[in-house]
């Protein structure tokens, strides 16, 4: 996981660094004897990447906001230590569907259990507290961000995840917006 995370990482640094001559080379294509395919799929290829880079702006913009979210409850309300580091693995975590919740929440619970006051019972006001936060952001910042972002109502986003979880899985959530705006 750590290697494909690093090689994807880098060679979406390389393809954003140097994206003006990668377009400039692909559209060499048009003038190539794949000039029929290039014809056919281009404008697809890149209205679909449209979509997906507005897909992955709003979940960049709710991986934030729950971040941020989870920090203050953390802080304020639980005055835990290492609410930073959790913040972050929070927000890295927010782009993993499904799993991301389960994954965050591991270490903030094993934060929550080493606490001096409260121990078992921290942890499970703490499940409770990020349970109340993943609904919010389920059912009320999901749909609206993404609304917003892809500019359709709200309640087509729930049930077009819904659908897509239920028919893919985890490949539907990470999918079912963009091939359906596609």
């Known amino acids: 996981v750590a290697s494909l995370l690093f090689l994807s990482t880098l060679f979406s640094f390389l393809i954003v660094l140097d994206l003006d001559a990668l377009g400039r080379e692909v559209k060499k294509l048009e003038h190539t004897k794949l000039h029929e395919f290039y014809k056919e799929t281009g404008e697809n290829i890149v209205k679909f990447g449209g979509v997906l880079g507005n897909v992955l702006e709003a979940q960049a913009i709710i991986s934030l906001v729950n971040a941020i979210l989870t920090a203050l409850g953390l802080w304020l309300i639980f005055g835990l230590p290492f609410v930073a580091f959790l913040a972050i693995v929070v927000f890295l975590c927010g782009f993993i569907p499904v799993a991301g919740v389960f994954i965050s929440s591991v270490p903030i619970c094993l934060v929550g259990l080493t606490d001096p006051d409260g121990g078992l019972m921290t942890c499970i006001w703490l499940m ?27 309640v087509l986003i729930l049930v077009i995840l819904v659908v897509g979880h239920h028919a893919l899985g985890v490949w539907g959530l990470l999918l079912g917006l963009p091939l359906c705006f596609y």
Request: without cysteine.
């Open 128 to 154: 409770v507290f990020i349970t109340g936060i993943h609904f919010v952001e389920a059912y009320i910042l999901n749909p609206r961000i993404m609304g917003a972002k892809l500019k359709v109502n709200p």
